[in-house]
């Protein structure tokens, strides 16, 4: 499974970005796709998550700004981000989880930088 992201950008704060990440060479529909965010010196934190049937997770800091979704047929997930804060500028990782069974496989894409420009 490979994953490619796409969209990230330099953007003023109060502006909007979407993100897109499809899974490519994967034999099913993963369990779970999702965002993660980084900055230097600091731990990967969770922005989003969303199931196979669209049960979604958020961050507190993006509750309200961001929206996730994903297309099954496509294996790609998207992430709306509006009213963007200079807080959120960061790597942006696209991520999927496949369970077989008890086990869980789970692949991280290379990516994006989000630059959000006060």
């Known amino acids: 499974v490979q994953l490619q992201a796409s969209g990230g950008g330099l953007v003023q704060a109060g502006r909007s970005l979407r993100l897109s990440c499809t899974a490519s060479?994967?034999?099913?529909?993963?369990?779970?796709m999702g965002w993660y965010r980084q900055t230097p010196g600091k731990q990967r934190e969770l922005v989003a998550t969303v199931t196979r049937s669209d049960t979604t997770n958020y961050a507190d800091s993006v509750k309200g700004r961001f929206t996730i979704s994903r297309d099954n047929a496509e294996n790609t997930v998207y992430l709306q981000m509006n009213n963007l804060k200079s807080e959120d500028t960061a790597v942006y990782y696209c991520y999927a989880a496949y369970r077989l069974g008890l086990r869980e496989y789970d692949y991280w894409g290379q990516g994006t930088q989000v630059t959000v420009s006060s």
């Open positions: 060479r994967s034999p099913f529909s993963s369990d779970v």
